[in-house]
């Protein structure tokens, strides 16, 4: 056999020659910043919904006043409701305090007050926002009821938990009298009437002038002090145009995320071509937790203190604990103290000592 010798021995490589780890790494995190960044400018260029008071300032033409905001409810529930009795030391009872405040604000000749309550589209919380602003002034003392004018898709009954076999329908097609149909609510000082049977010609029946009489005779004979009205949307109809023209103080609801950016051009034109003197906005189903930390920045955190859905989904609406703090506070309110206390004793401990 013929001889032969070892030279060297081979060893594994430690790192393979291809393909490279840090290539492949780099092209990996290249890739995934494109991606990224792509996925956030689709976002951002489709996003037309109105996400807080900087795009309300923005579209809104600056003579509508921005009446306030109503902050999230904590629970879902499946339509508008009355709230602000259930907590009245909630924020969403203060945000509507804040809007009855902001309401004297506005020029009125007439000691009884007609508010007008309407929207782009349904789902934006107009009944909701009628409901428990009723609800508010009927706190204050106040005469109130709330007419169902959505006589299309009429709520009010439920938000009562009453029955729908008659009411503003009835009355403004003459089948019946207006002292037949108010009802009361749980509170004192609410009353309301539903909108009865769904009429096939609900615009003709708001205009046929049976509706301003009743509005007079609620304020004068039967000596309510503030009638709200809840009326259609009137991004899809029209109906509402004419009790927004009637009304004392006509509030156009915006939802937060929810109502689209071109809804404010609807704001604008009934602002202009129906003279309406005193339209305000009031922006529904603001997210708190965003006003504090995200987006909002001082409109919502240092301009209220607090910063808002309703039926077709509320969130974070919050209570006070029994102290008089709100509940979303009360631990950090709790932390804080604790860790003074901790703090104070530490100093006294060492002034003990030395």
């Known amino acids: 056999m013929p001889g032969n010798t070892v030279l060297q021995t081979s060893n594994l490589p430690k790192t393979p020659i291809s393909p490279s780890k840090g290539i492949t790494y780099g092209i990996a995190v290249g890739v995934s910043l494109a991606l990224i960044s792509l996925l956030i400018l689709i976002r951002y260029l489709s996003h037309n919904e109105i996400s807080g008071l900087q795009d309300l300032d923005r579209l809104i033409d600056p003579g509508i006043s921005r009446l306030g905001i109503v902050p999230k409810y904590s629970q879902d529930i499946p339509l508008s409701q009355l709230v602000v009795d259930k907590k009245p030391k909630s924020i969403m009872a203060e ?80 089948r019946d009298e207006i002292g037949n149909l108010i009802r009361k609510s749980e509170l004192e000082n609410l ?90 906005v009031i922006l529904n189903s603001v997210n708190l937790d965003r006003a504090r930390y995200g987006n909002y920045g001082s409109k919502y955190g240092s301009g209220y203190g607090y910063g808002y859905g309703y039926g077709y989904g509320y969130g974070n609406g919050y209570g006070y604990t029994s102290n008089g703090y709100y509940d979303e506070d009360s631990k950090s309110i709790k932390k804080g103290l604790f860790s003074r206390l901790k703090k104070d004793k530490k100093n006294d401990d060492s002034n003990h000592n030395t």
Do not use: Q, W
């Open 191 to 280: 009353h309301f009437i539903t909108a009865g049977p769904i009429p096939p010609n609900p615009s003709e029946l708001i205009i046929n002038g049976r509706l301003s009489k009743a509005i007079e005779t609620l304020k004068h004979e039967l000596d309510y002090d503030i009638v709200i009205i809840d009326n259609p949307p009137v991004g899809l109809v029209t109906d509402g145009i004419t009790c927004m023209k009637m009304a004392d103080y006509p509030i156009y609801i915006v939802r937060s995320e929810y109502s689209k950016k071109n809804f404010t051009f609807n704001i604008n034109r009934l602002y202009h071509e129906s003279n309406l003197k005193n339209l305000s």
């Open 95 to 174: 945000s509507f305090r804040s809007i009855r405040s902001n309401l004297e604000f506005f020029e009125s000749n007439s000691e009884k007050k007609v508010i007008s309550v309407t929207s782009t589209i349904s789902g934006e919380g107009k009944t909701f926002v009628a409901l428990n602003l009723g609800g508010i002034l009927a706190f204050g003392g106040k005469r109130v009821i709330i007419l169902d004018l959505d006589m299309r898709k009429p709520r009010i009954h439920k938000g009562f938990n009453a029955t729908n076999e008659f009411g503003m329908s009835t009355l403004l097609s003459a």
